[in-house]
């Protein structure tokens, strides 16, 4: 286990609400990088999230923002879901001061939008 | 969105056997590769890493070998055990700086079955 921890586990949304994921980084880590995991394919980076600064964002657009907490942890919202939307949703914790790249991965929220 | 079925590329062994999981990486400009592990219902699990001043490292029954003239990776899993099993991702991460600290692109994945 990594230490870190994602809320909800599995979520059901209709398409057009909105939804708010939880990621709780790994003890003294203080970056969080949300990626997106469609069945069967590997995570895409959405963005990453720096002393609760945006530091970097992929190919996502503005419907997808993010949030960092004093503590580290962070939220993901996604607004106006669409179907497209539904795959796994990872966060990532790493130690930045180190230089270390290594990242440690929650075990996601599974998100379906019907 | 999410695509019906998978279209990973498989590779099935016996329990014992070495297996070898090949990687091609998208950017000359990357400083640093990952393999990952990902069993089923569960966030992808670090194995082992290398940079680009190196071409081959070792570690736990594992090695990672780096081509960077034909931007290649390769995983190789000595004595493969059924707890193996699972789908293993190579990732890069590109640009020097800040700015693209931590920020990896996944590979499409490979579906390791290992058979007792």
């Known amino acids: 286990e990594t230490g870190v921890t994602q809320s909800p586990t599995h979520l059901i949304k209709t398409r057009g609400q909105q939804v708010t994921l939880r990621c709780s980084s790994q003890?003294?880590?203080?970056?969080v990088s949300w990626y997106q995991q469609a069945l069967g394919q590997g995570p895409q980076f959405i963005f990453q999230y720096y002393r609760e600064e945006e530091n970097g964002r992929g190919n996502f657009p503005p419907r997808f923002s993010g949030l960092q907490f004093p503590n580290y942890s962070s939220e993901l919202n996604v607004n106006a879901l669409e179907l497209d939307d539904s795959a796994l949703y990872l966060c990532?914790?790493?130690?930045?001061?180190?230089?270390?790249?290594?990242?440690?991965f929650g075990p996601g929220t599974r998100l379906t939008v019907t | 969105g999410e695509s019906v079925g998978l279209h990973l590329p498989t590779l099935s062994v016996q329990e014992g056997d070495n297996s070898i999981i090949n990687c091609a990486y998208s950017n000359s400009a990357s400083d640093y590769f990952i393999w990952y592990k990902q069993e089923s219902g569960k966030g992808p699990q670090f194995i082992i890493d290398i940079r680009s001043n190196m071409d081959k490292r070792q570690g736990q029954r594992v090695t990672v070998l780096l081509n960077k003239t034909v931007k290649h990776l390769s995983l190789q899993i000595a004595a493969t055990q059924p707890g193996d099993s699972a789908v293993y991702f190579c990732?890069?991460?590109f640009g020097a700086g800040g700015t693209s600290y931590g920020k990896l692109t996944f590979g499409q994945g490979t579906i390791l079955t290992v058979h007792p």
């Open positions: 990732a890069e991460n």
């Open positions: 003890s003294g880590h203080n970056t």
């Open positions: 990532a914790s790493s130690p930045r001061t180190s230089g270390i790249y290594e990242q440690y």
